[in-house]
């Protein structure tokens, strides 16, 4: 197994242009989580999928951003009209909860990607 | 609600020296609790965690952690650093799935 991928590495773009990013999780994590990291800050959580459902969206993501991820497996992060603000690393992470007993545990260790950084002109 | 905070966003040490970053959690219930390290242009790497067995959790690279619940604490140490650990470290709790990190500490190794 190679880890999280993330494609691409690099991307710049013009503000107002549409961009999108591609994560390939670790082939047998059901979960799946997008952050977004700027220069200084932690990551902040935007997202996350189990299987191919999304959980749980943050105030973060504007109406702007959609991902999705329709087999469960890779997901995407589309950026709509894009603005200065959003230059930025994406980061994206995946994650196996284990099961304790009936209860899933929230311990899953998230194994993150190597991001895309974003840079909107 | 659950917040992180990390005391200190640069943090210089020399060669050999003790590595003490800190890291200050709140939390309703009990967290998970971890720390990741981040080298340039590259995504966070997991170095421990706490998720409620022992107090003191020992990771990669010499580094551990001590979680004093009393303190709300969850300092990360190393007792000789090397110039590899140059680099940012972010402390983060999990609470129901959601992650929140710290905005991290930077630490640097001088010869």
């Known amino acids: 197994d190679t880890g999280v991928s993330q494609n691409p590495r690099h991307k710049i773009t013009k503000r107002g242009q549409n961009v999108t990013f591609r994560c390939d999780p670790i082939s047998e994590h059901n979960r799946l989580y997008w952050y977004r990291q700027t220069l200084g800050q932690g990551p902040e959580f935007l997202t996350y999928?189990?299987?191919?459902?999304?959980?749980?969206k943050s105030r973060l993501l504007s109406d702007r951003f959609s991902a999705e991820r329709p087999k469960g497996s890779f997901s995407t992060l589309e950026i709509q009209r894009t603005e200065q603000g959003d230059s930025a690393m994406y980061l994206c992470?995946?994650?196996?909860?284990?099961?304790?007993?009936?209860?899933?545990?929230?311990?899953?260790?998230?194994?993150f990607g190597p991001g895309t950084r974003l840079t909107v002109l | 609600a659950q917040s992180v905070t990390q005391l200190g966003s640069h943090v210089s040490v020399s060669e050999g020296a003790l590595v003490l970053l800190r890291c200050n959690y709140s939390?309703?219930?009990?967290?998970?609790l971890f720390w990741y390290v981040q080298y340039p242009n590259q995504g966070l790497q997991l170095l421990l965690k706490?998720?409620?067995?022992?107090?003191l959790v020992k990771g990669i690279n010499g580094f551990e952690a001590e979680f004093k619940k009393s303190e709300t604490s969850f300092h990360l140490t190393k007792p000789s650093a090397h110039m590899s650990d140059a680099a940012e470290y972010f402390c983060a709790v999990i609470l129901a799935g959601k992650s929140t990190f710290g905005d991290g500490t930077t630490l640097t190794v001088k010869p």
């Open positions: 939390s309703s219930v009990p967290p998970y």
């Open positions: 999928f189990q299987n191919e459902a999304q959980l749980e």
């Open positions: 992470a995946s994650s196996s909860p284990r099961l304790a007993g009936a209860i899933e545990t929230f311990t899953d260790t998230q194994y």
């Open positions: 706490y998720t409620s067995a022992a107090t």
